[in-house]
């Protein structure tokens, strides 16, 4: 799939870009199986991020393309990775992890503005996130964007639940700005959409989104893309997600070559 000069444009001047019908019928119904059977299988890092009073339900679950059939075939098969390629103006396309976000009906939780480069174990600059939902998703209950906030640099990651600072200790990275208080001084990006249709960010892009309406369900697998100058940066915390023992493995600055970040698209 060949992408516009517009979508490469804004992706690289406001950190996302959506791009419209981006995947077939069929890669949509092979990864709603997954999702079905990866909710009936949650992993050991599956975590609920909504509170017990709240009257839906929020759960993510990370790394489970190597155990959900439906997740490989889709990342090896449909056209995300030469997407993420021509976005972030690399040579190869690695798989960073995926990662499952589903918000029952009634779901009041709110993700809270962040970036997610500050939670990882890498460095470097071509990089691309894909949130992609197998339902239909009201502009309410979207992804949304602080345009061209990928380029001001790190920002302080904090817990989704307590605003820890479980990261970096505090002080050591810049706050973030205060978006909802003051929504005037920023440009906001935020795309109803449809199955099939993807919204692709880069990892220093401010974000967040609402919860879900009564008769709403929100099914999102977003899949993480690494390209040709990211580099492996183990911290002495555990990041979000792990990955245990890949310090011994990899080396701090050694490119992503082992076998958990196969390659799913080059140029070559």
Request: proline letters at 8%; a negative charge.
């Amino acid at each position: 799939m060949k992408l516009s000069a517009e979508h490469i444009d804004q992706y690289r001047a406001d950190g996302a870009t959506v791009v419209r019908g981006a995947f077939s019928p069929a890669q949509m119904k092979l990864l709603e199986q997954g999702i079905t059977r990866n909710m009936a299988e949650p992993s050991a890092l599956a975590i609920v991020a909504s509170r017990p009073e709240d009257p839906g339900y929020f759960i993510e679950d990370f790394c489970n393309w190597r155990r959900i059939d439906e997740y490989k075939r889709f990342v090896e098969e449909s056209p995300a990775a030469a997407i993420a390629a021509q976005l972030m103006g690399a040579q190869q396309t690695r798989l960073y992890h995926d990662h499952l976000l589903v918000k029952e009906p009634k779901t009041t939780a709110k993700t809270p503005w962040h970036q997610d480069q500050p939670y990882y174990n890498i460095d470097g600059f071509q990089n691309v996130s894909m949130w992609l939902p197998v339902d239909p998703v009201a502009e309410a209950s979207t992804l949304k964007f602080v345009a061209g906030s990928h380029k001001g640099g790190w920002l302080m990651p904090r817990t989704f639940m307590n605003n820890e600072a479980k990261w970096f200790p505090e002080g050591t990275l810049k706050e973030l700005p205060d978006i909802d208080g003051n929504p005037d001084q920023f440009k906001i990006l935020a795309w109803a959409l449809e199955p099939g249709d993807a919204v692709f960010f880069h990892m220093l892009t401010l974000h967040g989104a609402g919860g879900v309406a009564s008769g709403s369900r929100r099914r999102v697998l977003s899949v993480r893309f690494i390209g040709d100058d990211v580099t492996h940066a183990p911290r002495k915390w555990r990041t979000s997600p792990p990955f245990p023992g890949l310090e011994q493995r990899l080396p701090a600055g050694a490119a992503m070559t082992t076998e958990e970040f196969p390659i799913l698209w080059s140029a070559s």
